[in-house]
């Protein structure tokens, strides 16, 4: 079959497939332990990818949108996902737990300060990592923003993102019970968490097809049949809930916009889908009225994905102005 517009256009945009140059497995806690994997040039510029979820994991495609002959490539699995352990562990997992990881991981490699790379959750991790340690990045590029606001959770879990995809909201709304539907979060949390594991995995199936669903402008079939995975649905869904359950452990709702003056200096380019249900613009054009010195790039006909041909093309432009600006170049 030939391939359709939109894959061909993600080939030309990102860099050829690569393979690690090195990997392992770091314990962070008495708990957790998490994958890790190097990329790319071993003398190059540290750039770490925040992967999104939480629970998504990392791929071999994350690779690719860095040039392998500049960017020293870093990628992990977050707490409970891809293949850290253990798998979808909700003990020990929070925003703040995940915050010091990074620091270990870089401590681990030996590295004084990288780039950080982040999209849909990834931004929110980027951005709470980076204003915790600050002197630490060298520059953020952004991706699907996300400041996990309560608006922002009851637009995608509690009715707002059905008015666009009504038919993929049905199965998401009809798991639960009528007397449970005052707040759809709490009702997956509660069967996410219990101890029937039936129960358990279909409610992950159905929570993280609802998300897949809704990521790209034009449905991605192969992206949607994640969700039928009990592997990748189980941490999908349950590290989610959990994290959005506890309002992303941060202290107030506004958190991310509060402390946007101890990242002011740091070099930011945001990358947002016009047309991005799961992390509408509103939350990056919020963030950029707050944070004007960072550069916000729309792309006019995009959804929420990384490999939505034009967000990818962004992406690696952000990442192509950064390596000239780090080697001195006049752009």
């Not at 594991?197 to 809704?214: D, N, P, Q, R, Y």
């Not at 402008?217 to 809930?241: C, Q, W, Y």
């Amino acid at each position: 079959m030939e391939l359709s517009k939109e894959p061909q256009e993600l080939i030309r945009s990102l860099y050829s497939q690569i393979e690690p140059y090195s990997s392992g497995f770091l314990k962070v806690s008495d708990v957790h332990t998490l994958y890790w994997e190097q990329s790319g040039n071993p003398s190059g510029h540290p750039v770490v990818f925040l992967h999104g979820g939480p629970g998504g994991g990392t791929s071999a495609s994350n690779r690719r949108f860095f040039d392998p002959e500049f960017y020293r490539i870093i990628l992990f699995d977050q707490r409970g996902a891809g293949k850290s352990t253990p798998h979808a562990c909700l003990e020990e997992n929070t925003t703040w737990d995940l915050i010091n990881d990074i620091e270990l991981l870089r401590e681990h490699l030996q590295i004084s300060e990288w780039q950080v790379f982040g999209g849909s959750w990834g931004s929110t991790l980027a951005l709470a990592y980076s204003q915790k340690h600050p002197d630490k990045v060298t520059g953020l590029i952004l991706r699907g923003i996300f400041l996990l606001r309560k608006k922002e959770l009851d637009w995608f879990y509690e009715g707002g993102a059905a008015t666009i995809f009504p038919d993929a909201w049905e199965p998401f709304r009809d798991f639960i019970p009528e007397s449970e539907r005052g707040c759809f979060i709490d009702a997956y949390h509660k069967r996410l968490t219990s101890d029937d594991s039936h129960t358990k995995v279909m409610a992950a199936k159905i929570w993280t097809t609802w998300e897949l669903t809704t990521a790209h402008l034009i449905p991605n079939e192969e992206n949607i049949n994640k969700g039928t995975d009990d592997n990748f649905a189980l941490a999908f869904a349950r590290i989610e809930s959990h994290y959005f359950f506890n309002k992303g452990f941060f202290p107030s709702d506004s958190h991310l916009l509060d402390n946007v003056d101890k990242i002011r200096h740091i070099k930011t380019i945001i990358v947002q889908g016009r047309y991005d249900v799961c992390c509408p613009m509103t939350s990056a054009w919020d963030l950029h009225k707050a944070w004007p010195e960072a550069e916000l790039k729309i792309v006019p006909d995009a959804g929420h994905s990384a490999n939505e041909a034009g967000i990818a093309a962004e992406l690696v432009a952000a990442n192509e102005k950064f390596k000239n600006i780090l080697k001195g170049v006049d752009i």
